[in-house]
């Protein structure tokens, strides 16, 4: 054992000079607020190590006293050296509106940020904060996520401010990420130049704001664009100089274009083949290019397209002999990685049935469409070889078609169940492909029945899924094992309460679970369940003829931290009796961890027992609110 000799002079020294490892190991077992509160001001030498790893804060999935103990006690002494801020509201009530309060001079407080992300936020909070953006001089990143149900009530001219705020010349960030959900950006309020920016990522409505884009952000270098297909396309821009490209936007590298519609309702909403390919050749410093097209149809349209249709439409966009000719003026210059990725509705399953109740198989072969073998040709020459990329079409039953090239480097992967079901049942299928997946979701076909995957061959296939959304089952192997490490999400529709422990019980690392038309019978409450204690954070959906009894729930989550319970729009007239709210107490009390809580429910506000829900409430010292909209019962608690 070394000796440590013990006098006056050398025993501060020794602490002064312990290495930053030895003093973190102390804060192994700590929550950061725990930390902060025991050593960040016990002496000189922790107080400089606690601050220097603090650079980075996150405000998430905290309770109510830590929020509010981390802003009003420490922040404020930590806000001068922080580079890094993370903000997410989504389970901390009016979190967004109490941090403006606090910190309403965000860029005089936080001289050092240069990284802000906000999670979740609402949009009074935003717009409040969106005038300090461009004196924040170090800021060089920006993130905004907001959540669809934030984006039902937007105030009017939100677009034209916003669009001022974050496209101003005096800005100092050089990323700008947007996530809006299924909001689209205007752009054509824009009217001077913002030369500081280097990456964004944004979802605009119509290719003329692609265009605003080339003409305003001359040094952009990474730019993911999508468009939404919901409006007919302008024939101006057939006219428009695209040979100017190459010297408006001279520096831009990496180029993602998305096309996506969850109801397409007609085909000349999407943007034709003919611009993207005429943009895409006329960008000569382009060295990544990934294009993403994801359409689904509405019925009436599906039933509606025929062969032909596709055809002309949509096979241009997957023709490998045009993406050559519009990639082989920049692969001149510098090698270009390309990627595609098309999820296409096929031609609609009822249609397909009719054909063949009417009329022969001969027929009905003559409407179908080999995708494959019209596309593998146009990949299959020298310049396509070259670049080591090969093309890889799945046509599941219900006729949707999955369409890649290989490799693909993708992290999010939405899908039918079909294709997926081929994809892992196919050996030859490249592995590269699919352990960069870390979000999946599978779709099935309404009304055919869709094949069960083994859940085995899934993690197998995509080894570091994160998040999964299904809504089909699977084939369990005979003995309880642990089929993935790295899945913390899960979201499952239709499922019942015995599908949904069975899954659960192969994936023990799931925090997050959500689950919608969930359902449970009488027989399934006398199963013998085992209590799932990852679970931190559960979000039911659910229809009060199809659950009997939900008092379990406590029981077999027993860690719950943030609960949120919607319950569907039914005619039951029992869920509009003020008795049926009883029920919901238990959630608060027997909940022992809870943090958050949610409830959703359609009755009247003078239904809802909300002088004993406060007085519960009251009691935890926990805000809440409460209000009712559209025949709903909407009320927020944080704990």
């Known amino acids: 054992m070394p000796v440590i000799f013990a006098n006056s002079h050398s025993r501060p020294r020794c602490f002064e000079d312990l290495p930053d490892e030895i003093l973190l190991s102390i804060c192994r077992y700590l929550s950061p607020i725990n930390i902060l509160d025991s050593f960040l001001h016990l002496n ?152 500081k920016l280097r990456c964004l990522t944004i979802s605009v409505k119509t290719f003329e704001d692609l265009l605003i884009i080339f003409e305003y952000f001359p040094n952009l270098e990474q730019l993911d ?49 003919e611009i993207l390919l005429k943009t895409i050749s006329n960008i000569f410093s382009l060295i990544c290019v990934k294009f993403r097209m994801d359409l689904r149809f509405k019925s009436s349209l599906t039933l509606t397209t025929t062969r032909e249709v596709y055809v002309n439409k949509y096979f241009p966009y997957v023709d490998g002999s045009l993406w050559q000719h519009a990639l082989q003026r920049q692969d001149n210059h510098h090698p270009v990685h390309f990627e595609l990725h098309v999820e296409l509705d096929g031609i609609g399953n009822h249609r397909y049935k009719n054909i063949l109740e009417r009329e022969s198989c001969f027929t009905a072969q003559n409407n179908d469409i080999d995708f494959y073998s019209f596309l593998k040709p146009t990949f299959s020459n020298a310049y396509w070889l070259q670049k080591n990329l090969d093309i890889q079409c799945v046509t599941t039953n219900s ?73 089909m089952e699977f084939i369990f192997p005979p003995t309880i094992v642990s089929c993935s490490n790295y899945l913390t999400s899960l979201s499952l529709q239709n499922y019942s309460l015995l599908s949904s422990f069975t899954l659960l019980s192969y994936l023990p690392n799931v925090k997050t679970l959500s689950l919608t038309n969930f359902y449970c019978s009488k027989s399934m409450l006398k199963s013998s369940l085992k209590t799932i204690s990852s679970v931190k954070r559960l979000k039911i959906v659910y229809n009060p003829t199809d659950v009997h009894n939900l008092t379990y729930i406590t029981e077999y989550f027993p860690n719950i931290e943030e609960f949120s319970l919607v319950v569907s729009h039914s005619n039951n007239r029992l ?65």
């Not at 520096?251 to 909403?269: A, F, P, R, V």
């Not at 959703?600 to 809802?608: G, Q, R």
């Not at 027992?609 to 609110?625: G, T």
């Open 44 to 195: 000189h030498r922790l107080h400089r190590t606690i601050v220097s790893y603090r650079e980075k804060i996150y405000l998430s999935h905290l309770s109510n006293k830590e929020c509010f103990h981390l802003l009003n006690d420490h922040l404020p002494n930590l806000a001068p050296t922080v580079s890094y801020l993370y903000l997410d509201t989504c389970s901390m009530l009016n979190i967004g509106r109490s941090f403006e309060n606090k910190f309403n001079r965000i860029d005089q407080q936080f001289p050092s940020l240069r990284q802000l992300i906000f999670r979740q936020i609402d949009i009074e909070t935003l717009e409040n904060l969106a005038w300090r953006f461009n004196t924040m001089n170090c800021l060089q990143e920006l993130d905004i996520d907001i959540g669809e149900d934030r984006l039902a009530s937007l105030p009017t001219q939100f677009n034209e401010y916003l669009c001022g705020k974050l496209f101003s010349m005096s800005n100092s960030f050089q990323k700008l990420r947007l996530h809006f959900n299924n909001y689209y950006f205007n752009l054509q309020s824009i009217r001077t130049k913002c030369e």
């Open 399 to 471: 006729k949707h078609v999955s369409i890649y090239t290989i490799p693909l480097v993708t992290s999010s992967l939405s899908t039918m169940v079909d294709t997926i079901d081929k994809v892992i049942s196919v050996n030859s299928f490249p592995s590269k492909f699919h352990q960069t997946i870390q979000q999946l979701h599978i779709h099935s076909d309404v009304g055919i029945s869709s094949p069960k995957l083994p859940i085995k061959n899934l993690f197998a296939k995509m080894p570091y899924l994160v998040h999964l959304h299904t809504d």
């Open 575 to 639: 869920v509009l009796e003020y008795g049926q709210h009883e029920k919901y107490d238990l959630f608060l009390k027997d909940f022992q961890f809870l943090r958050f809580i949610e409830l959703v429910v359609p009755a009247k506000a003078d239904s809802f027992p909300f002088p004993r829900w406060r007085q519960i409430l009251d009691s935890k010292q926990a805000i809440y609110d409460e209000k009712s909209q559209n025949g709903l019962l909407v009320f927020k608690s944080w704990f």
């Open 225 to 273: 664009v999508t468009f939404a297909c919901d409006s007919a396309c302008s024939e101006q821009n057939n006219h428009y100089s695209f040979g100017q490209l190459w010297w408006k936007v001279p520096y831009l590298t990496y180029l993602c274009l998305n096309l996506e519609q969850k109801e397409l309702n007609s085909h000349d909403d999407v943007i034709s083949n």
